[in-house]
Every structure is written in structure tokens, then in C-alpha cells.
Nanobody, 114 residues
Framework: QGQLVESGGGLVQAGGSLRLSCAAS????????MDWYRQAPGKQRESVAQ???????HYADSVNGRFTISRDNAKNTVYLQMNSLKPEDTAVYYC????????WGQGTQVTVSS
């Protein structure tokens, strides 16, 4: 059974940076498209960034130019580099794998103070 484990969240001041990691196990990682989602209190979960199995990326307008998604298939890991963080980036960030099946991680909290 597939499993995704996120790490790297924390508390950071506005303008700072964080790098989230999502380690996958039990799946053919290189075949999966990988996504980062986030959910702020009282709001719906939203897509932040996507990377296909071939490495094509797509970003939400709100993070484009500040966030970078990447993957290391040798390590079965996807990353989200977050720069120039804003208080509105505060949310629980979730990793998602999609191909023939869908898997979600447990989430990691990111808090950006003003």
C-alpha cells in the first residue's frame, strides 16, 4: 500500500523560506504525477503546484514565481521550495500522488508570521 510522508513545515517570518519534502513508499513513484495542496483554516483545500511524471510543472497564480516543485525519482521524493513567504501562505500542506490510484500524505503545518 502506498504511503506519503511530508516533512519540513514550521514557523517562519514573512519573506522567509521553507522547503517541504514528501517521501513516497509502496508505489512506482516515477510513474506518478505529484501535487502539493494546502488548506487554510475555514477554507477549501487548494492545489498549489503539480509536477508530472515527465517533469512538467504547473503552479497556482498565488505562488507562481515564489514556489518551486521538483522531484527526485531516485529518492522517491517530491519537494516544494517556498520563498518570499507571506502570511496568507499559512496552511497545512499536503502531498498527493496520482496515477492509477490516489494517495495523500498526513500534512505538514506551515505558519508564516507577519
Amino acid at each position: 500500500q502506498g504511503q506519503l510522508v511530508e516533512s519540513g513545515g514550521g514557523l517562519v517570518q514573512a519573506g522567509g523560506s521553507l522547503r517541504l519534502s514528501c517521501a513516497a513508499s509502496g508505489i512506482a513513484f516515477s510513474l506518478y504525477a505529484m501535487d502539493w495542496y494546502r488548506q487554510a483554516p475555514g477554507k477549501q483545500r487548494e492545489s498549489v503546484a503539480q509536477i508530472t511524471s515527465s517533469g512538467t510543472t504547473h503552479y497556482a497564480d498565488s505562488v507562481n514565481g515564489r514556489f518551486t516543485i521538483s522531484r527526485d525519482n531516485a529518492k522517491n521524493t517530491v519537494y516544494l521550495q517556498m520563498n518570499s513567504l507571506k502570511p496568507e501562505d499559512t496552511a497545512v500542506y499536503y502531498c498527493h500522488a496520482r496515477w492509477r490510484s490516489n494517495y495523500w500524505g498526513q500534512g505538514t503545518q506551515v505558519t508564516v508570521s507577519s
